[in-house]
């Protein structure tokens, strides 16, 4: 049974940082592709950042520079490092996992506040 828990977020204050975290079981972690998905109250879910199982990263633009995505196949777990937060980022942020099929965490909620 695939399973992904996101733990990390809170209520954070503008500039400030939050880092993310999402366990996995239940896949092949070393060569799974990861992402992290944010959907904000009335909008669509989007992608924030992949990283592939050799560890390349991409971003969207709109939190390039601010915000990283890492991997330890170790501990089967991805993150998502967010640092100078803007009140747009509050979002539910999901983690995201393409194992044969895509696998979805059950979100955890991001609120940056002014």
């Known amino acids: 049974q695939v399973q992904l828990v996101e733990s990390g977020g809170g209520v954070v204050q503008a500039g400030g940082s939050l880092k993310l975290s999402c366990a996995t079981s239940?896949?092949?972690?070393?060569?799974?592709?990861m992402a992290w998905y944010r959907q904000a109250p009335g909008k669509q879910r989007e992608l924030v950042a992949t990283i592939t199982s050799g560890g390349f990263a991409n971003y969207a633009d709109f939190v390039k520079g601010r915000f990283s995505i890492s991997r330890d196949n170790t501990k089967k777990t991805v993150y998502l490092q967010m640092n100078s937060l803007k009140r747009e980022d509050t979002a539910v942020y999901y983690c995201?996992?393409?194992?044969?099929?895509?696998?979805w965490g059950k979100g955890t909620q991001v609120t940056v506040s002014s």
């Open positions: 239940g896949i092949i972690f070393s060569i799974t592709t």
């Open positions: 995201w996992a393409s194992f044969g099929m895509d696998y």
